[in-house]
C-alpha cells in the first residue's frame, strides 16, 4: 500500500510517495490547482501501484477542488487533521518547515492513524451550511451597523433609546426613518444612511432563513421533530455533521462534536471535565437544544433533576444533557439520511 501526502495550497499542491513503513518513493509538485493539474497527479500516480490511498491535509477551503477531481477519477482519499501533522514532523530527521516536509507528514501521519475520516463528493448539505454561513455573515453586518446606528441616535437625542433587539424589525426601522425625516446634518444623514442598511440586511436574512427552512425541511425532517430544535438549529447540525453515516458510532459523532466527557483522573476517576476539541459549531448548536430542552422539555427537566440528586452540579447535568442530546441528534440524522420511519419526539431525549 502506497500512501501519497499532500500539501495543499492555493496556487499548488506537493505530493509526497511513501510506502507502507514510511519510506519516501517520490514527490511531485504541481504548477497549477486546475482540473489538469489534479489529472497529471493520477497519471504520476500510477507508477507506485493501484494498491494507493491520497492522504490530505483537512484544509477543505484548499482542497475542495482537489478532492473532487480526485474522486471523480475513481481515487480512494482520508483527511489528516492538522494537529496530527506536528507530531509526525516533529519525529522526522529532517529540519525546518517546508512543502515536502508538510507533504511528508501528512502521508506518515495517514499510516500511523488508520481510522482517519474518508473524503466523498459534497451533497445538498454543502449548499446548506454556505447558505447559513451568508446569513450569519448578514446578521452580524447588521449587528455592527446597529450599534453605529444606536450612537448616532444618542448624539442626535440622549433620551432616544430603542429597545434592544428592537432595530432588526420592520415597524421600529419605519419609525426611526419617520422620524430622522425631519431633521438636518451629517449626522442625522449618516443614521439614515445605516437605517436604510439594516432594512435591507434584515429583508435579506429574512429571505435566507425561509430558503433553509425550506431545504432542511426537506433534507432533516427527523431532526426538526426533536425537542428544542428550529430550522436554523437543524440546518447548522445538517451542514456542519455533512453526512451521520461517515461516522461509525455516537460516541465518534460525539467525540466529532466536542459532547464526549473527558475523566479528570487527577482528582477523582468517576468525575469528568469539560472537553474542549470538538467541531464548535456543532457543540454550540446542540448547546442551544440543551437550553430549551432545559426551559421547555419535561423530559429533559426530569433527567437533569435525576442528575442532580445523584450528586452531579448543575454545569454537568447540562453536560450529561447535551451528551444524551448528541446521541439522539446521531440516530435522527441517520434516519434521515435512510429516509426510515423516525423514533417519537417524545424518547428522543
Not at 440586511?201 to 426537506?218: C, F, H, P, Y
Not at 447535568?317 to 441528534?329: P, T
Not at 441517520?334 to 429516509?339: C, E, P, S, T, V
Request: glycine share 6%; with cysteine.
Amino acid at each position: 500500500m502506497v500512501v501519497l501526502g499532500i500539501d495543499a495550497h492555493k496556487r499548488t499542491h506537493t505530493v509526497v510517495a511513501v510506502d507502507e513503513v514510511g519510506r519516501q518513493l517520490g514527490v511531485r509538485v504541481t504548477q497549477a490547482t486546475s482540473t489538469a493539474a489534479h489529472l497529471e497527479l493520477v497519471a504520476w500516480a500510477d507508477r507506485f501501484g493501484s494498491e494507493r490511498v491520497w492522504a490530505v491535509e483537512d484544509c477543505r477551503h484548499l482542497s475542495r477542488r482537489l478532492e473532487r477531481d480526485l474522486l471523480g477519477a475513481g481515487e480512494r482519499i482520508v483527511r489528516v487533521p492538522p494537529k496530527l501533522m506536528a507530531h509526525a514532523r516533529d519525529a522526522a530527521r529532517t529540519y525546518g518547515k517546508s512543502d515536502p516536509i508538510d507533504a511528508l507528514a501528512v502521508a506518515r501521519a495517514a499510516l500511523r492513524e488508520p481510522g482517519l475520516p474518508t473524503a466523498r463528493l459534497e451533497g445538498p448539505e454543502r449548499e446548506l451550511r454556505l447558505l447559513a454561513d451568508h446569513r450569519e455573515d448578514l446578521v452580524a453586518e447588521r449587528t455592527r451597523a446597529t450599534g453605529r446606528l444606536r450612537w448616532h441616535l444618542h448624539e442626535l437625542d440622549p433620551s432616544w433609546d430603542p429597545k434592544p433587539r428592537s432595530l432588526s424589525r420592520r415597524t421600529h426601522i419605519t419609525a426611526v426613518e419617520a422620524r430622522l425625516a425631519g431633521l438636518e446634518g451629517m449626522v442625522a444623514r449618516l443614521a439614515a444612511d445605516l437605517t436604510a442598511r439594516i432594512a435591507a440586511l434584515t429583508q435579506d436574512a429574512n429571505a435566507l432563513e425561509r430558503e433553509i427552512t425550506i431545504r432542511v425541511r426537506a433534507l432533516a425532517p427527523a431532526l426538526l421533530a426533536l425537542p428544542g430544535v428550529a430550522a436554523l438549529t437543524a440546518a447548522k447540525i445538517a451542514a456542519e455533521t455533512a453526512g451521520a453515516d461517515r461516522f461509525k458510532s455516537k460516541d465518534a459523532y460525539a467525540r466529532h462534536n466536542g459532547t464526549a466527557p473527558l475523566p479528570a483522573w487527577s482528582a477523582n476517576p468517576n468525575r469528568h471535565r469539560l472537553s474542549r476539541t470538538g467541531n464548535r459549531q456543532l457543540n454550540c448548536a446542540i448547546h442551544r437544544i440543551a437550553v430549551t430542552q432545559k426551559r421547555r422539555h419535561p423530559d429533559a427537566q426530569a433527567y437533569l433533576k435525576n442528575r442532580l440528586s445523584a450528586g452531579d452540579t448543575g454545569t454537568e447535568a447540562l453536560r450529561a444533557l447535551k451528551r444524551r442530546i448528541s446521541d439522539a441528534v446521531y440516530r435522527m440524522l441517520l434516519a434521515d439520511a435512510k429516509g426510515s420511519e423516525t423514533t417519537p419526539a417524545s424518547q428522543a431525549a
